[in-house]
């Protein structure tokens, strides 16, 4: 059975509205940016911490995550501006 239009239908009148794709319950631009600074200035320190000794497996961990989180953050950024540039630095 296919199922049929009636154009009569009074809940067709009207514009059709799409949901916002921006709203309250998203991150927001500085919130994503201040992840993405936070992560790598962590990211930094950790590197630098295993530049003088390389043999410090929690601190690759969580600079692994960090990297995860500034990568995620880059991501978000890309969606949020509708500019793949921003993929290049995930």
Same mark, same amino acid.
């Given at each position: 059975?296919?199922?049929?239009?009636?154009?009569?239908?009074?809940?067709? *009148? !009207?514009?059709?509205?799409?949901?916002?794709?921006?709203?309250? !319950? %998203?991150?927001s631009e500085t919130e994503i940016k201040n992840m993405w600074r936070d992560a790598m200035t962590? @990211?930094?320190?950790?590197?630098?911490?295993? @530049?003088?000794?390389? @043999?410090? !497996?929690?601190? %690759? @961990?969580?600079?692994?995550?960090?990297?995860?989180?500034?990568?995620?953050? =880059?991501?978000?950024? =890309?969606?949020?501006? *509708?500019?793949?540039?921003?993929?290049?630095?995930?």
């Open positions: 059975m296919v199922a049929t239009i009636d154009p009569t239908d009074p809940a067709l *009148d !009207g514009p059709i509205r799409l949901p916002e794709r921006r709203t309250s !319950g %998203f991150t962590g @990211a930094a320190d950790d590197c630098r911490l295993l @530049a003088v000794l390389p @043999a410090q !497996g929690p601190t %690759f @961990a969580r600079l692994r995550e960090r990297l995860k989180l500034a990568e995620g953050a =880059c991501r978000q950024m =890309c969606w949020w501006r *509708d500019d793949t540039r921003w993929l290049y630095l995930a």
